[in-house]
């Protein structure tokens, strides 16, 4: 059962009327009380992941039972290197690596959406996240911890455009699984 705890930061949710965002030792407490219940319902968590970016202590805390969702989407334009990466984009792709070497399993949730903050500087496309998160996941994430991928277009549905990229996704991530 997926259960969010993601985006409960200010610089996400900027823009809503309404802000709800847990922090600290409550965050903490509302993600294990989510974890103990769905548990005894006799599920699995499912919990996207991005917390661990910008709290280290997130891979040590977390329960090992919730299989994390996590995602980097070239946001940076510097490629799938963490090294060549600028520095407060590193833990996005980094945290895949943590995961894994914790014990954790992992779906990955690549995207061919593109930010407002890079259909503003130009980019309208995000074509190549699929193929290269695919590479970079075989490449440092063990098999046994990588459970499956994710397209995450975030879009509707509700015109041909939408539609299109929702579909433009899944294409993309299909041949980046069969074609590495």
């Known amino acids: 059962m997926h259960i969010g ?4 930061q200010l610089e996400y ?14 965050w903490w407490h509302a993600l294990y009380k989510f974890v103990d219940a769905v548990e005894r319902l006799g599920m699995r968590p499912w919990m996207f992941s991005g917390y661990g970016w910008k709290h280290p202590d997130f891979v040590e805390k977390c ?5 994390q969702c996590t995602s980097y989407y070239n946001e940076d334009a510097q490629g799938y290197v963490i090294e060549k990466m600028k520095p407060n ?7 895949f ?3 894994d070497k914790a014990g954790f399993d992992i779906v990955a949730l690549p995207t061919n959406w593109v930010s407002k903050k890079l259909r503003a500087s130009g ?6 996240n699929s193929k ?3 590479k970079f996941c075989r490449a440092n994430v063990s098999p046994e911890h990588l459970k499956g991928y994710v397209m995450a277009s975030w879009m509707d ?8 990229l929702n579909c433009d996704g899944i294409d993309q991530l299909a041949d980046a699984i069969d074609h590495p």
């Not at 949710?13 to 409550?26: A, F, G, I």
């Not at 984009?89 to 945290?95: A, D, G, H, M």
């Not at 980019?123 to 190549?128: A, I, L, M, W």
């Open 5 to 8: 705890f993601d985006e409960e």
């Open 13 to 26: 949710q900027w823009e809503s009327v309404h802000v709800n965002c847990r922090q600290h030792e409550l």
């Open 63 to 67: 329960p090992k039972s919730v299989l």
């Open 89 to 95: 984009y590193r833990p996005r792709l980094r945290l």
């Open 97 to 99: 690596i943590d995961l």
């Open 123 to 128: 980019r309208t496309e995000n074509s190549d």
């Open 132 to 134: 290269e998160i695919v």
């Open 157 to 164: 549905c509700k015109n041909e455009w939408a539609l299109r």
